[in-house]
Structure formats: C-alpha cells, structure tokens
C-alpha cells in the first residue's frame, strides 16, 4: 500500500514563503517520478511542477517559474515543494501525487499519476 502524507500548509501573507514536504511509504520512493498539483476554490485541479525520479529532470508551470522550486531526497522518501513570493492566486489544495512509470521523467497529466496525498491547504492573503 502506497501513502503520501504531504505537511507545510498553512497561512501566509502575500510575499511570503511555505515548503511543502511530501512523504511516501510503502515501496521504493526512488522508482516514482513524483509531482505537485494544486485545486483553488471552485478550479480545476491543475499541474505545478514535477520532477524525475533521478531528480535530473524539473518542469514547472508557467505561473509559478521563478518562484516555485521542486526537490526530492530519495534517502528520506520525500519531495519538497519551496514555495517563495507567494500571491493571493497560489491559494489552494496542494497535492504531491506519484508516478511509478519506469522512465526517468516528468509527468504533467493529471491521469498519468497512480497515487496522491490528501492535500494539505495553503492559503495566501492579500
């Protein structure tokens, strides 16, 4: 049984900064490439960024390039979502989802992904 737990949500003034942490369990975190997604009030869930399975591949979604940084540390099964001069329009559920495909890349389709945390809320006032 694959879990992710994401933590790191909270509030935080617009300008401001929040690190989501993502931990997986259950098989080999090295053998997932691995994503964050985020669903505002009333959106559709929607792509942030995403990174391979050896972390040598990154892509982020245009609106948050620049301010947003993946990372994972396969040692401790986590994937981390740094998320610097946050605005009003980040205000969301973020989720960290996992992608047990074997190449080593970076999945942007929410479909693609096989297992997802229970999001953790992240909410950015103005």
């Known amino acids: 049984q694959v879990q992710l737990i994401e933590s790191g949500g909270g509030l935080v003034q617009a300008g401001g900064s929040l690190r989501l942490s993502c931990v997986v369990s259950g098989r080999t975190f090295g053998s997932y490439n691995m994503g964050w997604f985020r669903q505002g009030p009333g959106k559709e869930r929607e792509f942030v960024a995403a990174i391979s399975r050896g972390g040598g591949i990154i892509y982020y979604a245009d609106s948050v390039k620049g301010r947003f940084t993946i990372s994972r540390d396969n040692a401790k099964n986590t994937v981390y979502l740094q998320m610097n001069s946050l605005k009003p329009e980040d205000t969301a559920v973020y989720y960290c989802?996992?992608?047990?495909?074997?190449?080593?890349?970076?999945?942007?389709?929410?479909?693609?992904?096989?297992?997802w945390g229970q999001g953790t809320q992240v909410t950015v006032s103005s």
């Open positions: 989802a996992a992608d047990p495909d074997p190449l080593n890349k970076v999945v942007v389709t929410i479909s693609r992904y096989d297992y």
